[in-house]
């Protein structure tokens, strides 16, 4: 299971972090995603880090504004957004993809709103 946290209503430049804990599995075997869908767009790629935080990547869009970072003590994965655009606003939804490829979890997803 995961359990998003942390969204809400943010004025444009500002900053937020949301955090996914993890639960009912083993949470050091997946890598961690977060992924966002935003008014009119498909389902896209925000970012990832890989179960030990050996391998991180972003979106084009984001890079140099958000961070992610993992607990694997807590089973807890954050994005910590900075320099906030209104066109960052959208639900966001946590992903555990395991290592091997074969299996994923899903979070329900949390709404980030970033005023003009």
């Known amino acids: 299971q995961l359990v998003e946290s942390g969204g809400g209503l943010v004025p444009s430049g500002g900053s937020l972090t949301v955090s996914c804990a993890a639960s009912?599995?083993?949470?050091?075997?997946?890598?961690m995603k977060w992924h966002r869908r935003t008014p009119g767009k498909e389902r896209e790629h925000v970012a990832t880090i890989g179960t030990v935080a050996q391998t991180i990547s972003y979106t084009d869009d984001v890079k140099g504004r958000f961070t992610i970072f993992r607990d694997n003590n807590r089973n807890i994965v954050y994005l910590q957004m900075t320099k906030l655009k209104p066109e960052d606003t959208g639900v966001y939804y946590c992903n555990a993809h395991h290592w091997m490829g074969n299996y994923d979890y899903w979070g329900q997803g949390i709404q980030v709103t970033v005023s003009p």
């Open positions: 009912g599995f083993t949470f050091s075997d997946y890598f």
